[in-house]
T-cell receptor, first 112, second 112 residues
Framework: KNEVEQSPQNLTAQEGEFITINCSYS?????LHWLQQHPGGGIVSLFM???GKKKHGRLIATINIQEKHSSLHITASHPRDSAVYIC??????????????FGKGTLLTVNP | KAGVTQTPRYLIKTRGQQVTLSCSPI?????VSWYQQTPGQGLQFLFE???????NKGNFPGRFSGRQFSNSRSEMNVSTLELGDSALYLC???????????FGQGTRLTVV
C-alpha cells in the first residue's frame, strides 16, 4: 500500500462544476503539498499545509491531521484547470529521513 | 523574480553513457531537491541539498549522485545510463528544507 493515496485517479467535469480531489496518507507528516502539473511537465506548487484550511482564488485545500486526510476543492471549474493534481507529504523528523512522498496524481479534465 | 531554471530541457543519451543535469534555484533559496518522474512510478524523491550538503536521499542506486555549489546551484549526475533511467527529472528550490518548494520545468531524459 502506498504511503500516499489519491482519489479519484481520473476525473471529468463540466465547466462550472465543483471539484473535490482527496488525499489520504499513512505516515506522520510535518506538511502536505498540493501540486499542479500541466502537459509538458512543469509543476506548480498550489498549497503547503500543516493544519486547517487555505484558500487561493477558486482553490481551497483542507487537511485533517487526526484523520490523515486532505482535500483539494476547485470551485466554478474551468477548462484551464485541466491538469494532473498531485498530493505530496513531507515526513520525518529531520536529518536523513526527512523526505517528500508523492501520490500517483489525479488527472482532471474540465470540458467546456 | 526568476523561477527555478533547469538545463537542458531535453536530452537523448545512449545506454552506458553518463549525464549531468543542472538546476539554478530561485535567488535566496538555499535548498535544492531532485525528483524523478516516470509513467510507472510517478514522482520519486532523489535527494535534497542545503548549503552544499546532501541532507536527504531517496532509494536510488549509487549511479545517481548530485552536488550543490556555494551559489546554491545544483547538478545531478547519472552514470552508466540504463533504459529505465528515461524520465522527467525535476528540481525544486526552497528557502530552507521545510519551506514551500518551487519547481522547475524539468529535464526530459531519453536513454536509447
Amino acid at each position: 500500500k502506498n504511503e500516499v493515496e489519491q482519489s479519484p485517479q481520473n476525473l471529468t467535469a463540466q465547466e462550472g462544476e465543483f471539484i473535490t480531489i482527496n488525499c489520504s496518507y499513512s505516515v506522520g507528516i510535518s506538511a502536505l503539498h498540493w501540486l499542479q502539473q500541466h502537459p509538458g511537465g512543469g509543476i506548480v506548487s498550489l498549497f503547503m499545509l500543516s493544519s486547517g484550511k487555505k484558500k487561493h482564488g477558486r482553490l481551497i485545500a483542507t487537511i485533517n491531521i487526526q484523520e490523515k486526510h486532505s482535500s483539494l476543492h476547485i470551485t466554478a471549474s474551468h477548462p484551464r484547470d485541466s491538469a494532473v493534481y498531485i498530493c505530496a507529504v513531507r515526513s520525518g523528523s529531520g536529518g536523513s529521513n526527512y523526505k517528500l512522498t508523492f501520490g500517483k496524481g489525479t488527472l482532471l479534465t474540465v470540458n467546456p | 523574480k526568476a523561477g527555478v531554471t533547469q538545463t537542458p530541457r531535453y536530452l537523448i543519451k545512449t545506454r552506458g553513457q553518463q549525464v549531468t543535469l543542472s538546476c539554478s534555484p530561485i535567488s535566496g533559496h538555499r535548498s535544492v531537491s531532485w525528483y524523478q518522474q516516470t509513467p510507472g512510478q510517478g514522482l520519486q524523491f532523489l535527494f535534497e541539498y542545503f548549503s552544499e550538503t546532501q541532507r536527504n536521499k531517496g532509494n536510488f542506486p549509487g549511479r545517481f549522485s548530485g552536488r550543490q555549489f556555494s551559489n546554491s546551484r545544483s547538478e545531478m549526475n547519472v552514470s552508466t545510463l540504463e533504459l529505465g533511467d528515461s524520465a522527467l527529472y525535476l528540481c525544486a528550490s526552497s528557502r530552507t528544507i521545510r519551506s514551500e518548494a518551487f519547481f522547475g520545468q524539468g529535464t526530459r531524459l531519453t536513454v536509447v
